[in-house]
């Protein structure tokens, strides 16, 4: 049954604080996000839901930070499910060790978030004013990290690790989880996902921890855009940075990019010329609706078709023979190649029947899908004592109920709680 509370006027600065009780999700979250919504841009408010956890079972805040509402502000439970879950047995799941689920699919590839912390402020990932980070106390420390790392290589079957966040390279003591994660058997392929920032100074040490392969986000060549996107002037850190990465040996780099209608979508071909010529390899990636600001418009993306239809004018494209596997990016040879370019359209082509993933975000829950709305809770099983049997069964439950797809088409798609940098993408 679903529960409404009112609100009553709000003029800035008043804030509101919602209970746990309003858990799973409220309207007020359809209609308060910074800048966007009716009601918001006709009383010329701008309300801010602070942080993903105003939408979790701990309950939020929500401030009002300039203008007001009349009122007949309402909060309404949706009665959706609350975040966290204990994992139901299915008595109907094969006694296989591996992660597999109802659908045939098995995880190989566990994506781990270190931090949901970052030093820059993309627009399509989280507000200027960043997020109400995680308490250290709730974040993983290295050695509960290890232990469920180790679990899943040893005893779940997974065969790669991809360090991810936030922004990874923030998180210290990085380098030694990755030489702990080389030391196990077998030995993993392991891969990191950065923005670049500091990168310069750390891709040797990385390299001879044992990271394998590098992913380093980089969405214009431009640095007033690039301050523009990010909020932060910073575009010759990750350029060096990619540079040091090739030069350590982690290669094939890759960079992702994300392209924006009206910012940045005149770059596909000059970002797709820099890294032919400099050896990189450039993975567009669809815009998703995981920002924190609940921002992302349908309308607004840019589709994988136009970015191929824009990198068509210039170069010749030819779909790569090479065995796609759970890989999210189609790869397309360019110009005859050796160098390919990748189209990861999540949204206009989604590949779930082939994906291979797990994730784990930096305070322990396991996620099936970027777009799960449900997680389970391997921290508090650590912390309460459990084998590492227990816990690899727990996991093994969480992805046998994976669900198909992320649903973005259907009509009841919601959004997950937490937005892509506290899940690690
Ligand atoms: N901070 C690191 C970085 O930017 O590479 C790692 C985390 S970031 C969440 C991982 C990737 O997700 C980046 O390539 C970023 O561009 C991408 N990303 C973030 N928000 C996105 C969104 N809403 N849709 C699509 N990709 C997104
Ligand atoms: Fe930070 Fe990466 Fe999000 Fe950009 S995309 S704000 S670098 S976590």
């Not at 450039?282 to 418009?297: C, K, S, V």
């Not at 799960?372 to 046998?400: K, V």
């Amino acid at each position: 049954m679903r529960a409404s509370r009112g609100l009553g006027a709000l003029r800035a600065p008043d804030s509101v604080t919602l209970t746990p009780r309003l858990a799973g999700g409220w309207t007020i979250g359809e209609f308060a996000r910074e800048g966007r919504g009716a009601d918001a841009g006709r009383r010329g408010a701008t309300v801010r839901v602070c942080g993903w956890r105003a939408f979790s079972q701990i309950g939020g805040r929500l401030e009002v930070t300039h203008g007001g509402y009349g009122g007949g502000v309402t909060a309404s439970e949706l009665g959706l499910p609350a975040v966290r879950q204990a994992t139901p047995r299915d008595p109907a799941r094969p006694a296989d060790a591996r992660l597999i689920d109802t659908f045939g699919r098995v995880a190989t590839d566990l994506r781990i978030s270190l931090t949901d912390r970052c030093n820059l402020r993309c627009s399509y990932c989280m507000p200027a004013e960043g997020l109400d980070w995680m308490p250290r106390d709730e974040q993983l420390t290295d050695d509960e990290l290890m232990r469920l790392i180790e679990i899943a290589v040893r005893d779940l079957g997974i065969a790669e690790l991809r360090f991810t966040g936030g922004e990874p390279l923030l998180r210290k003591g990085l380098e030694g989880l990755v030489t702990a994660s080389a030391a196990l058997e077998p030995r993993p392929d392991i891969s990191l996902t950065t923005n670049g920032i500091g990168l310069a100074r750390r891709a040797e040490s990385l390299a001879s921890a044992g990271v394998n392969r590098l992913n380093v986000s980089m969405d214009t060549l431009l640095q007033e855009r690039f301050a523009t996107i990010t909020r932060r002037d910073r575009l010759s850190d990750v350029l060096e940075g990619l540079a040091a990465a090739r030069a350590a040996g982690l290669g094939p780099v890759k960079i992702n990019t994300v392209l924006l209608r009206g910012l940045n979508d005149d770059e596909a071909v000059p970002l797709l010329r820099f890294a032919v010529e400099n050896g990189y390899e450039l993975r567009f990636i669809e815009q998703m609706p995981l920002d924190a600001q609940h921002g992302w418009e349908r309308t607004e993306m840019i589709t994988a078709g136009e970015i191929m239809e824009s990198l068509r004018t210039a170069f010749t494209l030819t779909p790569d023979p090479a065995e796609r596997g759970g890989a999210p990016a189609e790869r397309w040879v360019v110009d005859g190649g050796p160098a390919v370019v990748g189209v990861i359209a999540s949204v206009t082509r989604p590949f779930c029947g082939a994906c291979d993933r797990t994730r784990l975000t930096a305070d322990g829950q396991v996620r099936s899908c970027l777009f799960a709305r449900t997680e389970t809770d391997l921290r508090a099983m650590l912390r309460g004592g459990c084998t590492d049997a227990e816990i690899a069964e727990t996991w093994r439950h969480a992805m046998w109920g994976k669900l198909a797809g992320h649903g973005i088409d259907d009509p009841g798609f919601l959004q997950p709680d937490r937005p892509m940098s506290a899940i690690g993408g």
